[in-house]
């Protein structure tokens, strides 16, 4: 198990814009591997390669019914808007906030085997990939927080 460091709020690689993956080598296997190793270890439900230091488009989410992987996506439709409430691995666990995320999103991206993958989420799972998509341009859910939430330390 290769746990990495979780870059915080405050932290410049959180705020670039990550590159393409051109190819999936064992490089980008490992990052996979180890991402999904550092978000489990931290009680985390999705993490995106800045979050780890690295500028690469990869995103890795597990909601409880299995992990998938991520390499290259995008947001290719998107229906509804709901509010929802988020937080972040790379914010204070005691600061949570009320935002608007689409109710239903289709993703386009590479799997680890460099298959193309659509993939649909709806409520929360659709929330998720916006907002570690979000992360890949450099943006945090902080940048989008309508009203903060109390959280209990």
Same mark, same amino acid.
């Given at each position: 198990m290769a746990v990495r460091t979780i870059r915080l709020v405050g932290d410049v690689v959180l705020r670039e814009i990550c590159e393409e993956v051109k190819e999936i080598d064992d490089e980008i296997l490992t990052l996979i591997k180890d991402m999904a190793d550092t978000m489990h270890d931290a009680g985390g439900i999705g993490i995106a390669a800045p979050q780890v230091g690295e500028i690469k488009r990869v995103v890795v989410i597990d909601m409880g019914e299995g992990v998938i992987n991520l390499i290259n996506p995008e947001v290719t439709e998107a229906e509804g808007s709901h509010e929802v409430v988020e937080g972040c691995l790379?914010?204070?666990?005691? =600061?949570?906030?009320?935002?608007?995320?689409?109710?239903?999103?289709?993703?386009?991206? #590479?799997?680890? =085997?460099?298959?193309?993958?659509?993939?649909?989420?709806?409520?929360?799972?659709?929330? #998720?990939?916006?907002?570690?998509?979000?992360h890949l341009d450099g943006i945090l859910f902080i940048d989008k927080v309508l009203e903060y939430i109390e959280c209990e330390k």
């Open positions: 790379s914010v204070s666990r005691t =600061k949570q906030g009320k935002l608007l995320r689409p109710v239903k999103v289709k993703v386009k991206a #590479l799997n680890e =085997k460099g298959e193309e993958c659509i993939i649909t989420g709806e409520n929360r799972l659709a929330s #998720l990939f916006c907002h570690e998509i979000d």
